[in-house]
């Protein structure tokens, strides 16, 4: 029976190196590589072509742009999803859409093993995963030696060996000299943002948004894929969505990574800001202290998970009267709430106002008060008469 594997393929070092592999040392004698258009910033051509030089006997591309955006994307939006608080989840999203094969070319240090396998035996259970990068470890430059021996063209050199991976929600960075966390990111590495002290004078824009998602920019209608391309290059232009941090991956390490997200950053603050808003104290409340454990569940590959699931149904329950419109201002690597608005705010400056007109019943506090201090006076008491 003919052996084929079906590989989840970027173009990359690691993916392309992966097909001779599988042939040279596996012994499968058909591969087909899958790559997915999840709104990379790459030439597809090139990566077709290198990928049927490496070995391939066929090179599947799969649009899946607007899907991520729908569903990933989304979901991640609403969640206001940063991992540790800083990391908007860039890779972490798009390994569930990706994950239509069951060969990766993941390390055995790298938390896309994750990511990838759960999501492979959620989708087909019993499958059996392959993973040459943790069968067999190779340094960098091993895998760059061996793909210009065969005659395989890939961008990483040694002398700038990043491992980057990108999509539409913006753009991981690592290895090579950043390896060092005392070492400055190189600005070479950045390519969706511009330095901050380069940036133009500030400008603001206005997002709308719909039930928790952002509908229009700058009162223009798109879709969710097309607004957050549009965003990441107003942002980026302003040096918005530079992350660098020492980060906790799922396997137990420390790494540090770079980042790139303007759009994603962007965004979760206009959306913070118009929850504010609309949303009940409690309910801000619970989710906040949900939104980080939404993160980490799909940063450690937890997609597939029923909690995942449930987290999402809370987070939608919330969202159904968060519709208006938040405005910024981009500024040099910031994005500044400069207003919000909607139709179901809880705010009523009448009440909050310090002006003539105001309408707090300042009377009620003193009973609101006493209340409250029970407890307190109670406490304080009893803790005289100890002492005493």
């Known amino acids: 029976m003919n052996r084929t594997a079906v590989l989840a393929y970027s173009g990359g070092l690691d993916t392309s190196c992966a097909i001779a592999w599988l042939k040279e040392d596996y012994g499968f004698e058909e591969v087909v590589a899958v790559l997915v258009d999840v709104g990379q910033e790459a030439s597809f051509g090139p990566a077709v072509e290198r990928g049927r030089l490496a070995g391939a006997d066929d ?74 990068l943790r069968d067999r470890v190779r340094t960098r430059d091993e895998e760059i030696a061996y793909a210009e021996a065969r005659g395989i063209p890939v961008e990483a050199k040694p002398e700038s060996p990043y491992s980057v991976d990108d999509n539409l929600f913006g753009r991981a960075i690592e290895a090579g000299m950043l390896e060092d966390p005392w070492t400055a990111p190189p600005e070479d590495a950045f390519v969706l943002t511009a330095a901050a002290a380069d940036a133009p004078a500030p400008v603001e824009c206005v997002v709308a948004f719909e039930e928790g998602l952002p509908v229009a920019l700058d009162c223009e209608e798109l879709p969710l894929d097309e607004l957050v391309g549009v965003l990441n290059e107003q942002a980026g232009a302003y040096g918005i969505g530079r992350i660098d941090m020492i980060e906790n991956r799922a396997v137990g390490i420390k790494s540090r990574e770079l980042y790139e997200a303007p759009a994603a950053l ?87 106002s310090y002006g003539i007109g105001e309408t707090f019943p300042h009377q009620a506090a003193s009973g609101f008060i006493g209340i409250t201090a029970l407890e307190t006076q109670l406490v304080a008491a009893r803790d005289r008469v100890e002492v005493a």
């Open 59 to 132: 090179v599947l591309l799969l649009d899946r742009k607007e899907a991520f955006a729908e569903e990933q994307v989304a979901k991640a939006l609403l969640a206001n999803a940063l991992y540790e608080g800083k990391y908007p989840l860039v890779s972490a999203l798009s390994r569930p859409v990706i994950a239509e094969a069951v060969v990766h070319g993941c390390t055995g240090k790298g938390n896309d093993q994750l990511r990838f396998e759960l999501a492979f035996k959620a989708r087909y259970p019993g499958v059996t995963v392959i993973a040459p």
């Open 266 to 352: 962007t965004l979760i603050a206009a959306h913070r800001a118009l929850e504010e808003l609309v949303l009940t104290k409690g309910e801000l409340e619970a989710k906040r202290e949900l939104e980080p454990k939404w993160a980490k569940l799909v940063y450690d590959g937890g997609w597939f998970a029923r909690l995942r699931n449930a987290y999402d149904a809370f987070f939608s329950a919330t969202q159904q009267l968060v519709t208006g419109e938040v405005r910024l201002s981009l500024q040099p690597g910031a994005p500044v709430v400069t207003g919000r608005r909607s139709e179901h705010a809880l705010y009523s400056e009448e009440l909050a």
